[in-house]
């Protein structure tokens, strides 16, 4: 069976985990649908509203269609929404669920054959004259065949996984010294193994993107564009609606080519029709199809003041559009509604370390509130939330209305100074300095921007991380009483001369040793606890005499600090240390002990969630050392990766293997 008529939905399972799962959940509770909700081991905050919530095996087991097919037979589930990445554009999702008379809400099968994989998407726009950049469109897994396309078109070019999602399998190629890595790390994230490449159009071009509904009866509408050019990793941190070209003669294309596609597919259900557009030039070319609920529908449904998630559940039990909630809304693209509104991703990533994935605890945490201000988030108050590498690092969406363009900003920023995340790194302090930002106050970010302004973005973080709260009320927003697990450095006083007789026993043991150790604190030289904390301490052992230590403590997960006593540590200030600035798990070592690498070749590659990132050579030189981690093993931040002399140990080997 391809796929399921329209029909009422009596039991729905969210495959999907986060802030998505919780908004999917609440508009299902919303139309009396009866809830499931998957979780992992220590990865269950998003089941708080669900009826019932179901155990995984794994986290891998979010992507395994066999594992799902077993729960919904069991539970006697009618239906499945996977929201968005995971199995959210999967045919084979669709096909195998209605086989069994499942449906998955979205697209169907069919739409999802023709739209998911972006070759025949662009095929598609090609057949309704809509603008498309010059590429090799036939799919290929070797590089030779990208490198005979750029010797044809010249570069810049990007390099595309046929199916992939959330920015994984891109690569933008400037250099031909890079295409080689680039293009096999864009095959290595791709699920097919399959790539594509096409002629790059970076130069003041804007990512605009159109939300569009349908029916699959041909009924097809527009809920205007979205705006998500400031991008880092090909992933959007920043989307506004609607856009902030002024002119809308400009806009007003890109959205009627949206349309005009959709109609020519019939197209069913939520999906977003995505294009680069150049404000001055009125240029736009055509770029993929996201054939399921994106990540930033929130900014569509504050402009519009509709639940689109709940339309979507209406369109799959069959409503017509005035019955899914979207009846009298506008539809002349010169007119956009009279709201802005802006969606901040709150991520646990730390924009000084190349966005690397910060693994960890969260303490605490306090999100804004007030007239036009919405977060979509997992977390809750009291309940223990652990940042790991198996899943994405967004952990809250901030998403800012209101009717003109300068209060929307004046309102983010304020939002943001009201946010904090204790526990963890995050990138509040590069959203604070991209919201204060001159060309972001006007208006003209493009898909470059934030790139080119990196440098400052972060310097200007700085200063908002070192600047206090702004608070000057009677409780500081630091404390907590609502959870005796958020722990802050105000809450733990530490002070010179404080001691702790501690009593030490072998696990084996029932009993204590009678002779307790003893702990005191000879001077407190930073508290920052738990997230560091360093003192000099007197130490005291049953029957020994007091001695005295320096004490460095810092906060780490449970997986890095396992990882970390099992591998050697690096050393920053050894220059021939190549250190791992992220955790995560080790893809493969490109080098071998013996070879003679330049500066900036890559050394290893590691995995962050779904993103491959190659740890490259600070310098040129011999490698004399590597880890001993085996490939998919998790490693930490901090590790020593290689180790790389300079010609001095190169010279030194030669002379050692010459013949006498």
Avoid at 323 to 334: I, K, Q, S, V
Avoid at 497 to 520: F, K, V
Wanted: with cysteine; proline share 5%.
């Amino acid at each position: 069976m391809a796929s399921i008529r329209p029909r009422l939905i009596k039991r729905l399972l969210v495959a999907n985990r986060g802030e998505i799962a919780v908004r999917i959940l609440s508009s299902a509770r919303e139309l009396d649908i009866e809830t499931f909700a998957l979780y992992t081991e220590n990865d269950v905050n998003h089941t708080f509203n669900a009826a019932h919530a179901i155990r995984l095996r794994s986290p891998a087991s979010y992507m395994d269609i066999d594992e799902l097919l077993d729960i919904v037979k069991q539970h006697n589930i009618d239906a499945i929404h996977p929201g968005y990445g995971f199995l959210s554009e999967s045919p084979e999702l669709a096909r195998r669920m209605a086989d069994i008379d499942v449906m998955v809400v979205g697209p169907g099968s069919e739409n999802l054959e023709r739209t998911g994989d972006k070759l025949r998407a662009r095929l598609l726009a090609v057949e309704c004259q809509v603008p498309v950049l010059p590429a090799l469109t036939e799919p290929t897994g070797r590089v030779d065949a990208i490198r005979l396309f750029v010797e044809k078109v010249g570069l810049p070019v990007m390099v595309k996984a046929v199916d992939g999602g959330g920015g994984r399998g891109i690569r933008l190629i400037h250099t031909l010294e890079d295409l080689p890595s680039l293009v096999e790390r864009a095959i290595a994230e791709s699920p097919s193994r399959k790539v594509f490449a096409e002629k790059a159009a970076i130069d003041g071009f804007r990512h605009v993107e159109v939300q569009i509904v349908g029916d699959g009866q041909g009924n097809v509408m527009h809920l205007w564009e979205r705006e998500c050019s400031i991008q880092r990793r090909y992933q959007k941190i920043v989307e506004l609606a609607p856009s902030t070209v002024v002119d809308r003669q400009v806009v007003k294309p890109v959205i009627e080519a949206a349309v005009r596609m959709a109609r020519k597919i019939k197209y069913t259900s939520l999906g977003t029709f995505e294009f680069l557009l150049h404000p001055r030039t009125a240029q736009f070319f055509f770029l993929e199809i996201n054939p399921r609920l994106q990540v930033e529908h929130t900014i569509t449904e504050a402009i519009c003041s509709v639940d689109i998630v709940k339309a979507q559940l209406r369109f799959a039990q069959g409503a017509s559009f005035d019955e899914a909630g979207l009846a009298g809304l506008p539809e002349d693209p010169l007119s956009p509604p009279p709201m802005h509104s802006i969606q901040l991703r709150i991520t646990a990533e730390d924009p000084e370390k190349t966005y690397s994935l910060s693994i960890g605890k969260i303490q605490s945490f306090r999100f804004p509130s007030g007239n036009g201000i919405r977060v979509d988030t997992a977390l809750i108050h009291g309940v223990p939330a652990v940042v790991s590498s198996d899943f994405d690092s967004v952990i809250a969406k901030v998403i800012v209305t209101a009717r003109t363009w300068q209060d929307v900003v004046s309102k983010a920023r304020r939002a943001l100074a009201d946010t904090s995340v204790v526990g963890i790194t995050t990138n509040i302090a590069l959203l604070r300095a991209i919201v204060d930002h001159a060309d972001f106050r006007a208006g003209i970010c493009d898909t470059q921007w934030l790139e080119t302004k990196h440098d400052e973005l972060l310097e200007q973080s700085r200063t908002h991380s070192k600047l206090p709260d702004p608070f000057h009320g009677l409780v500081s927003p630091q404390q907590s009483n609502e959870s005796n697990t958020a722990v802050s450095s105000a809450s733990l006083m530490f002070r010179k001369d404080d001691a702790w007789s501690i009593a030490l026993r072998p696990q084996s043991s029932a009993t204590p040793n009678t002779r307790p150790h003893h702990l005191q604190l000879a001077k407190v030289i930073r508290n920052d606890f738990p997230t560091n904390f360093a003192a000099d301490i007197m130490f005291t052992a049953p029957g020994s005499t007091p001695q005295a230590f320096r004490m460095d403590m810092q906060s780490t997960s449970t997986s890095a600090s396992a990882t970390s006593s099992q591998h050697r540590q690096g050393s920053r200030s050894d220059g021939s240390h190549v250190v791992l600035p992220i955790s995560g798990k080790l893809v493969e070592m490109l080098v071998d002990v013996g070879d003679v690498v330049k500066k900036d070749d890559a050394i290893c590659v590691v995995k962050q969630m779904k993103m491959e990132i190659e740890i490259r050579s600070h310098k040129a030189g011999l490698v004399t050392w590597l880890t001993e981690a085996e490939d998919d093993e998790d490693v930490a931040e901090g590790m020593l990766a290689a180790v790389v002399e300079d010609e001095k140990a190169q010279a030194k080997l030669r002379d050692s293997t010459m013949p006498l």
